[in-house]
């Protein structure tokens, strides 16, 4: 029999950040050719991550990022900073970074 140890209990649970609620109260758009959708967020790692998985580029507002299918904008909140940052992952790179 496994037993759980607190330390992986701690791992395999992660916290929202309380920005996170922000971000996703503030109803991000992805928009295309063909119109514009709602952005939906998942929490990994501490940041924010979207994906593209649309056919054609997306344009991410209010963030202003352009996102080819198969990128991946990841958005976090550093202590003590005034914004998000915000960084675009290649399909590859997010591959490599699980």
């Known amino acids: ?3 759980t140890t607190i330390r992986e209990a701690n791992e395999n649970r992660e916290h929202t950040p309380i920005w996170f609620a922000a971000l996703v109260a503030n109803g991000c758009t992805a928009k295309h050719r063909a119109g514009h959708r ?4 998942r929490c990994n ?13 997306e344009q991410i507002h209010p963030f202003g990022v352009s996102l080819r299918r198969g990128e991946t904008l990841a958005v976090w909140w550093k202590p003590g900073e005034t914004a998000y940052t915000l ?3 290649k399909e590859a790179d997010v591959a ?3």
Do not use: F, P
């Open 1 to 3: 029999m496994h037993r």
């Open 38 to 41: 709602s952005v939906n967020w």
């Open 45 to 57: 790692s501490g940041k924010a991550l979207y994906t593209n998985s649309a056919r054609d580029a």
């Open 87 to 89: 960084e675009v992952y």
């Open 96 to 98: 490599a970074a699980a």
